[in-house]
């Protein structure tokens, strides 16, 4: 394959455009990405199953319904558009974007990474598979697509142990195991996600599993690029999950990691990225750290930015440099720019669901907005949704979140905490719930 340089300039009159492979779920992390593109000077193209509307004409050129996961009916559109716009470059902000946007910039002639390493990118057993060579690198695991497949599975991997999609994403379906009682109810639960019927992010992974060690130790992501075959790291965020279902319910940049720990994972980023051929993207690398054997190791890594804000404004704002434009710049081939001044704090902390039914209200937005140090209160649930708890569904009981920044990890936290204690969300239960009247509330 021919070396790829910059995009092509564009014809005299036109404005370049950048492809855009889905959007992020909340406009406040897509728009930060639409306007990065117009400041580096180019225009959005967006190619979503659901385009939003109201996005203004200034930052979009155009936007097509088009379902990624639906290859002939995707390439077509990439090549219309191709037909009547100068592309400069192809980016997603999606797991379910990433292979189809692989496959539009090899087929543009643009830089990005290839489809086969966005292949492994997708799915989390190719992934091992090609880094079986570096054990010191991954956890035991074993590819999982029936209950008798399972069972053996479990005695070479060990308790306790991790089943989950081959091809998740955003913490859908990620189940522990401490007895081998666990795994029979597990396995039937991801069987009912994965399967025909279930979400389509596994359309092209159907009924497909990993299991793996559980390993120990504090949770990192790694946020970065790599161009031309240089990997930057822009940092490391470190990240509190929940309990037994790992939903990620809170972040913190830049790592409060000492520089040993760090160093050790900065070496995995680098090493993972390398291995698994990526190459003109951005990364999100998450791993753990075991402060005990001074070891990091991979949990997974995705060929995109991070999303839950991470992305598109904890870097930011810590760093002074957009992490979007970045994005922006190795997709149309040129290297990214690195920060060249004293980072700030940012965090983040969402606000759960304390119970399923249906979302009545969120009070104490004017005093959480209130807090010293609180950027953003952000709310993903409109009231009237139905909230669901896992393992019936994995995201629906995060209803919201907390921006914060700070000179320090402790004041961003206190921040965090002080907000999120504001605020209070009342949910009125199902039938069988609560009786009526007495509707479940969090402080």
Not at 291 to 320: N, P
Not at 357 to 376: M, W
Request: with cysteine.
């Amino acid at each position: 394959m021919p070396e790829l340089g910059p995009a092509p300039a564009a014809r005299p009159g036109t404005r370049s455009v950048v492809v855009f492979v889905g959007v992020r779920k909340n406009p406040l992390e897509h728009r930060p990405a639409f306007e990065a593109a117009h400041r580096e000077g180019h225009a959005v193209v967006l190619l979503a199953a659901r385009p939003p509307a109201g996005l203004p004409a200034a930052l979009l050129a155009e936007a097509r319904a088009v379902d990624p996961h639906d290859t002939a009916a995707f390439d077509a559109a990439v090549d219309e558009i191709a037909a009547g716009h100068p592309v400069a470059g192809v980016v997603t902000w999606s797991d379910a974007g990433v292979e189809p946007a692989a496959r539009a910039a090899r087929r543009l002639g643009l830089p990005g990474i290839t489809p086969a390493a966005a292949r492994l990118a997708r799915n989390k057993y190719l992934m091992r598979r090609a880094l079986a060579d570096r054990p010191h690198l991954i956890p035991r695991y074993a590819r999982v697509r029936t209950l008798r497949d399972a069972e053996p599975a479990l005695e070479h991997v060990g308790l306790p142990a991790v089943l989950k999609p081959a091809a998740g994403s955003g913490s859908k379906g990620i189940f522990l195991l401490r007895s081998a009682g666990d795994l029979p109810p597990a396995f039937a639960e991801l069987d009912r996600l994965t399967g025909a019927d279930g979400d389509s992010i596994f359309r092209h992974d159907r009924g497909e599993l990993v299991l793996e060690e559980l390993l120990a130790g504090s949770e990192h992501s790694v946020e970065g690029f790599v161009h031309r075959g240089q990997v930057t790291v822009c940092g490391i965020t470190d990240k509190t999950t929940t309990e037994p279902f790992r939903l990620e319910l809170a972040h913190q940049h830049p790592s409060a990691l000492p520089p040993a720990a760090a160093s050790a994972v900065r070496a995995l980023a680098h090493e993972v990225v390398h291995a698994l051929g990526f190459d003109d993207c951005a990364f999100h690398l998450e791993c753990m750290y075991d402060e005990a054997l001074g070891t990091a190791r991979l949990v997974e890594v995705a060929a995109r930015a991070g999303g839950d804000f991470i992305g598109s404004h904890l870097v930011g704002l810590a760093s002074g440099i957009s992490f979007h434009e970045n994005v922006i710049r190795v997709a149309t081939g040129r290297a990214p720019r690195v920060p060249d001044r004293p980072t700030l704090h940012a965090g983040l902390r969402k606000v759960m669901a304390p119970a399923a039914g249906k979302l009545v209200r969120v009070d104490g937005l004017d005093t959480a907005l209130g807090v010293a140090g609180v950027q953003h209160v952000v709310l993903d649930r409109a009231p009237g949704t139905t909230v669901k708890l896992p393992p019936e569904h994995f995201s629906s009981s995060a209803v919201g979140a907390v921006i914060a920044t700070g000179d320090s990890t402790a004041a961003v936290a206190h921040a965090l905490r002080a907000a999120t204690d504001a605020l209070h969300v009342e949910i009125a239960p199902r039938p069988g719930g609560l009786p009526p009247g007495e509707p479940s509330t969090r402080g």
